[in-house]
């Protein structure tokens, strides 16, 4: 569970969605692969811009459900180009809901997704070092 005093990061989100009636289950809850998808697609954007091309998801590590999501809930997702390699870069996202009328927010989910920049070949291709800090 995630911890109270916890507070979203500064930076804009990535990514930032109302969570609707047609993202549940029978059951009336947010599918994990709804949220799954748009931590993709926020850590996509990241990997996109850094390699200047197009770049693929080969893994996510870490991926833990700490609370729901609700219809209505706003869900902000951050993501954070945190290394790397050759032809890869290693994203950390975070997903964090918000419910419409309230001030609070509380992480939902993280993890790292790796990405592989490719060219128009489909095969893999170089990125850029991260500059020295």
Known sequence: M????????????AVRV?????????????FGGWLMSLMDSA?????????HGRAVTIAVEGMTFHRPVIVGDEVSVFATLKSVG??????DV?????ARHDDRSY???QATFTFVA????RQPRSVPPLPAQ
Do not use: C, F, L
Request: charged share 30%; net charge negative.
């Open 2 to 13: 995630a911890k109270i005093d916890e507070q979203p990061p500064v930076e804009s989100p």
């Open 18 to 30: 109302i969570a609707m009636p047609a993202d549940t289950n029978p059951h009336g809850d947010i």
């Open 43 to 51: 850590a996509g954007s990241v990997a996109a811009r850094y390699s």
């Open 86 to 91: 050759r032809t890869s870069m290693k994203i």
């Open 94 to 98: 975070e997903a964090w809901r918000r």
């Open 107 to 109: 992480r939902v989910t």
């Open 118 to 121: 490719i060219g128009e070949d």
